[in-house]
C-alpha cells in the first residue's frame, strides 16, 4: 500500500537543510548568558538529586520531597517565580494505584457451544480500573483487527463492523508502513481505548498472538493514574470512562474466537500485516465480573515562571519540562537496590535549572514567559505531566510549546541530535537553528524502535494540542564511524533502570551537558522570541488529530 506522506512529517524530514531557517542570530547578552552555563553546576545538581539519602525520589515518599525542597529552593535563588497553585511553586497530583482482585471472572457464552469458563491468569487477565471499585459487563464480541482507526492512513479497522455496545478483540500492531511515530501512537494504550470509545465499544480485549505468551498479573502490578478532586480518574494511559472492561487474553483464547468465526488466524494476520482490515463479528458474547483496591498518595509537580518582556506575549508560555521522579528503591542488582535515577533524570532536572540560571542572567526576558515544570509520575505512565498539560495552571490555551527533557545520556562528545517529534511541527526550524549555532548536526531517530515518541513527557503535551519535542543524543562521534547508539545500547544494558545509574562512578560529559543546555535554552528562546506561533505542519497526523483551531 502506498502510504501518504503526512504522518510523520516524513517529507519535512527528508528535505535539505537548506529549506530550514538560516542559523540563529543571538544577541550579545544571550551569547554571554549562555557561556556562564558551568559543567561543574551540572554536576552538582546531579550529585544531589542522585545521592542516596533522595531514595530513588519515588513519588510519595520523604525522598522526592527532598528533591521538590530542592528545586523550589534554586527556583528562589535563581528568581525563578512561583507559578503552581495558590501563588506556590507546587501543583497537587493525586495519584492512584489500582491493583485487579485475582478472583475476576470471565465467561464466553456461543449459542451453538454453551459457556465456557476462563481462567484468570491463564487464559485472561484484566487491568484495574481506577474509577469503579466493582465492575460487571456482559456484551457480545466483535473481532476489530489492530483497532486503529486513521481514515488518513487509508486504514480503518472499524469501518465495517459495528462496535456500539461491544466488546473489541484486538491485537497489537500495525499495518507495515506506518511510520514510527504514527505507529507508536496507534499501538499506544490510550489510543486504542479512545478509538474503542469513539466508536461505542464498552471493552477492550487484547489478544495475544504468541503461543508461548504468558498473561500480566494486575493483581501484583497494579496501573496509576491520576484522580482529580471530584474523585473521577483525571489521566490515565489505561483507563476510559466508557470502558468498563480492558483485558487481555491468552493466544488459545484467539484462536478459538476465530475459529468458531470462521476465519483462519494466520491469514488474518497477514491481512492485517498488509494493510487490508479482517474485522468481523464473533459468535460469542462475554460476562465478566472483577473488583479493585487501591493505593492513594500525593505528590507534585513543581513549577515556575520566567515572566516575558512583551506586554502581549507575556501571557503566552513555552513549557521546558523534565520529570523529577524515579523508581525508589527496588530489586538489588550487585548489592545495591537504591535506584538513583541520576541519568534518568536527575540530569534532565539539572539542564533545566542551568537553562534557569541563563535566564536569570538576562537582563532583558523574552517575550513570551518561559515555564520551568519539574514533572511527577513519569515512571508511573508520564503522569505528572499528563494532568499538567491537561489542567495546567496557567490558560491551556496559552501554551505554545513544550521542550522537553528526558535522560540525555550524555555519556561522550555531543555533536548531534535528534529532535524526536519537532519534525511534525514549525520547530523544526528553532531546532534547526539552535544547532546550527552550537555547531550540533540534526539527525533522525536512530532507533525509532524504541517508540520514545510517546515513552516520555513530551507525548502529554503533544495530546493537548501542544507542539512539543524532546533531544536526544545523536550518532556523529569524533573518529567519523558515527556509531554513538552502540555505545549507548551498551550503557543502556548496564544503567537504564538500575541501582547503577548512580552518580558515584557513572558515566558523564559534563561539557557535553553544558552544550545540551545550552541547545535547549536557545530552542526555547527562539520560540519565545517570535511573534508567530509554533505551528503544526499542514497535514501532519497529529496535527489533524490534535491541533487547535486557528
Given amino acids: 500500500m502506498k502510504w501518504k506522506c503526512l504522518a510523520a512529517g516524513l517529507c519535512l524530514a527528508l528535505a535539505s537543510s537548506a529549506a530550514y531557517a538560516q542559523t540563529a542570530e543571538v544577541p550579545r547578552p544571550v551569547a554571554k548568558a549562555m ?31 527532598l528533591a521538590v525542597d530542592y528545586v523550589t529552593d534554586q527556583f528562589r535563588k ?40 476462563l481462567a484468570y491468569g491463564k487464559d485472561f487477565t484484566i487491568f484495574p480500573n481506577a474509577g469503579q471499585e466493582q465492575v460487571s459487563l456482559q456484551a457480545p464480541l466483535v473481532f476489530a483487527g489492530f483497532g486503529i482507526s486513521a481514515p488518513d492512513m487509508n486504514y480503518d479497522d472499524y469501518a465495517n463492523i459495528d462496535a456500539r455496545g461491544k466488546v473489541v478483540v484486538i491485537v497489537r500492531g500495525t499495518p507495515e508502513g506506518f511510520p514510527s511515530t504514527v505507529a507508536s501512537y496507534s499501538t499506544d494504550y490510550q489510543t486504542i481505548l ?61 484462536q478459538k474466537l476465530m475459529a468458531a468465526a470462521g476465519q483462519d488466524l494466520q491469514q488474518v494476520a497477514g491481512s492485517l500485516r498488509s494493510g487490508t482490515p479482517a474485522s468481523t463479528p464473533l459468535p460469542f458474547s462475554i460476562s465478566s465480573n472483577y473488583s479493585n483496591r487501591y493505593e492513594d498518595i500525593e505528590t507534585y509537580n513543581v513549577v515556575g515562571k520566567i515572566e516575558g518582556s512583551d ?18 528503591v527496588g530489586k538489588p542488582i550487585d548489592g545495591d537496590s537504591i535506584y538513583n535515577g541520576a541519568h534518568d533524570n536527575a540530569s534532565g532536572v539539572a539542564s533545566l535549572l542551568e537553562i534557569a540560571k541563563i535566564y536569570d542572567n538576562l537582563k532583558q526576558k523574552p517575550k513570551r514567559s518561559i515555564l520551568i515544570v519539574m514533572v511527577t509520575a513519569e515512571e508511573m505512565g508520564l503522569l505528572g505531566s499528563a494532568y499538567f498539560a491537561k489542567f495546567p495552571t496557567v490558560p491551556a490555551s496559552q501554551l505554545v510549546a513544550n521542550v522537553n527533557t528526558d535522560m540525555p545520556t550524555l555519556i561522550a562528545p555531543l555533536l548531534a541530535v535528534v529532535p524526536l517529534g519537532a519534525a511534525h511541527s514549525s520547530l523544526q526550524d528553532e531546532v534547526q537553528q539552535a544547532s546550527e549555532y552550537l555547531g550540533l548536526d540534526v539527525e533522525e531517530d536512530p532507533e525509532p524502535e524504541q517508540n520514545r515518541f510517546v515513552r516520555s513527557d513530551q507525548y502529554s503535551f503533544v495530546v493537548q494540542g501542544v507542539p512539543a519535542l524532546h533531544i536526544k543524543y545523536g550518532n556523529k562521534t569524533a573518529d567519523g564511524k558515527n556509531n554513538l547508539d552502540e555505545t549507548v545500547k551498551v550503557w543502556r544494558e548496564k544503567y537504564y533502570h538500575k541501582p547503577q545509574d548512580n552518580f558515584e562512578g557513572g558515566t558523564f560529559d559534563f561539557d557535553a551537558a553544558k552544550k545540551y543546555v545550552q541547545l535547549n535554552f536557545l530552542i526555547g528562546y527562539l520560540v519565545a522570541q517570535d511573534v508567530q506561533k509554533p505551528t503544526w505542519n499542514e497535514g501532519d497526523f497529529f496535527g489533524n488529530r490534535f491541533g487547535r483551531a486557528k
Fill in 311 to 328: 506586554p502581549v506575549l507575556k501571557n503566552e508560555y513555552v513549557v521546558h519540562s523534565a520529570h523529577l521522579d524515579h523508581v525508589g
Fill in 35 to 65: 557561556k556562564k552555563v558551568k559543567p561543574a553546576d551540572i554536576s552538582a545538581h546531579i550529585a544531589y538529586l542522585a545521592d542516596d539519602k533522595l531514595l530513588g525520589r519515588k513519588p510519595g515518599t520523604p525522598g522526592f520531597q
Fill in 194 to 254: 479512545n478509538t474503542a470509545a469513539k466508536n461505542g465499544a464498552v471493552g477492550v480485549l487484547v489478544a495475544s498472538m504468541n503461543p508461548n505468551g504468558g498473561l500480566p498479573d494486575f493483581s501484583t502490578r497494579g496501573m496509576s493514574s491520576v484522580m482529580g478532586a471530584d474523585g473521577k480518574v483525571a489521566a490515565s494511559r489505561s483507563h476510559h470512562e466508557a470502558i468498563k472492561l480492558l483485558g487481555m487474553v491468552h493466544f488459545n483464547v484467539l
Fill in 78 to 117: 535563581l528568581n525563578v517565580k512561583p507559578a503552581g497553585e495558590n501563588n506556590t511553586y507546587l501543583q497537587t497530583v493525586r495519584v492512584r494505584t489500582a491493583y485487579t482482585n485475582p478472583k475476576a471472572t470471565m465467561q464466553l457464552t456461543a449459542d451453538t457451544a454453551g459457556t465456557v469458563e
